[in-house]
């Protein structure tokens, strides 16, 4: 059974900075693309974050381009994301999801972990 | 940036009423989107993928359609798990959600 845990969500003062993990299980992680996804309360979902099965392609939302990193561990079945400089209007929960095997360029994503909570706030 | 533009927003029906939600996207994304839903406090569910392929296991009640800018998913009789927030994705360029659909009861 796939299964995705993100963790390390916490109540941040805004400038600070967050490291989330996302840990897979379930199927060979080092062979998906994954992502990462987040959704303000009460709003819709925003895509932030990409990176390839092995790490060698990484994009980011325009919007948080210059405060994300992310990155994984295939030897741990693991996805990291860290953000930096967090911002008030960075709270939301934070999805770390398995993008699918497509017959294109790109997939959409097929496994979705159940989320983690990021408050920024003073 | 490709934008994705859902409507309504909100859908006031009844169970067992066809219900048809439109996507549109700001320039061709030939067939790559998907439909999720969403409920309270849970993870999105994919439901269609490629504009018309349902996910294993969502039932044949639901339907996507459409290619290049317009798109719609289509449920053929809402079932009361059905109500819930459904969002597009384009794939075909990065990845964008619409704003969301919430399917309510009327």
């Known amino acids: 059974e796939v299964q995705l845990v993100e963790s390390g969500g916490d109540l941040v003062q805004p400038g600070g900075s967050l490291r989330l993990s996302c840990a897979a299980s379930?199927?060979?992680?080092?062979?998906?693309?994954m992502t990462w996804v987040r959704q303000a309360p009460g709003k819709g979902l925003e895509w932030i974050s990409y990176?390839?099965?092995?790490?060698?392609?990484?994009y980011h939302a325009v919007s948080l381009m210059g405060r994300l990193t992310v990155s994984r561990d295939n030897a741990k079945n693991s996805l990291y994301l860290q953000i930096d400089n967090l911002r008030h209007e960075d709270t939301a929960v934070y999805y770390c999801?398995?993008?699918?095997?497509?017959?294109?360029?790109?997939?959409?994503?097929?496994?979705w972990g159940q989320g983690i909570l990021v408050t920024v706030s003073s | 940036d490709i934008q994705m533009t859902q409507s309504p927003s909100t859908l006031s029906a009844s169970v067992g009423d066809r219900v048809t939600i439109t996507c549109r996207a700001s320039?061709?994304?030939?067939?790559?989107l998907a439909w999720y839903q969403q409920k309270p406090g849970k993870a999105p569910k994919p439901l269609v993928y490629?504009?018309?392929s349902l996910e294993s296991g969502v039932p044949s009640r639901f339907s996507g359609s459409g290619s290049g800018t317009e798109f719609n998913l289509t449920i053929s009789s809402l079932q009361p798990d059905d109500f819930a927030t459904y969002y597009c994705?384009?794939?075909?360029?990065?990845?964008?959600f619409g704003q969301g659909t919430k399917v309510e009861i009327k």
């Open positions: 320039e061709s994304i030939r067939s790559w």
């Open positions: 999801a398995r993008e699918a095997r497509s017959s294109g360029f790109q997939g959409h994503f097929d496994y």
């Open positions: 379930g199927f060979d992680f080092g062979t998906f693309g």
């Open positions: 990176i390839s099965d092995i790490g060698n392609a990484v």
């Open positions: 490629k504009a018309s």
């Open positions: 994705q384009q794939y075909d360029s990065y990845w964008t």
